[in-house]
Nanobody, 126 residues
Framework: QVQLVESGGGLVQAGGSLRLSCVAS????????VGWFRQAPGKEREFVAA????????DYADSVKDRFTISRDNAKNTVYLQMNRLKPEDTAVYYC???????????????????WGQGTQVTVSS
């Protein structure tokens, strides 16, 4: 397993941008699929985006497609989530998650990830 620490959350006005970072420690990070999830108060944790170990394949929830971009820098053990054109409904605690996999496997199910960060709050005001 890897240890994950998110940062970059904050308060932003609707239409603004934020970039979240997920820094990992652990030898399996470079072979891990990494996902971003979010959880708003009173709601279940939901999938946002995922990226395979090589960065060659990505996946996005329909609600964030064309607004959010996931990327990674394995040399820095970091995955990013660039969030543009933010909406009030994007307000949530954002979590990154990692799972070492064989090959390039995209995962949407949170139960498929074994390592989680502590989360970072994103608040979008209208």
């Amino acid at each position: 397993q890897v240890q994950l620490v998110e940062s970059g959350g904050g308060l932003v006005q609707a239409g603004g941008s934020l970039r979240l970072s997920c820094v990992a420690s652990g030898r399996t990070f470079s072979s891990s699929t990494v996902g971003w999830f979010r959880q708003a108060p009173g709601k279940e944790r939901e999938f946002v985006a995922a990226i395979v170990w090589s960065g060659r394949s990505t996946d996005y929830a329909d609600s964030v497609k064309d607004r959010f971009t996931i990327s990674r820098d394995n040399a820095k053990n970091t995955v990013y989530l660039q969030m543009n054109r933010l909406k009030p409904e994007d307000t949530a605690v954002y979590y990154c998650a990692a799972q070492a996999v064989f090959g390039e496997l995209l995962i949407r199910n949170p139960n498929g990830f074994g390592s989680w960060g502590q989360g970072t709050q994103v608040t979008v005001s209208s």
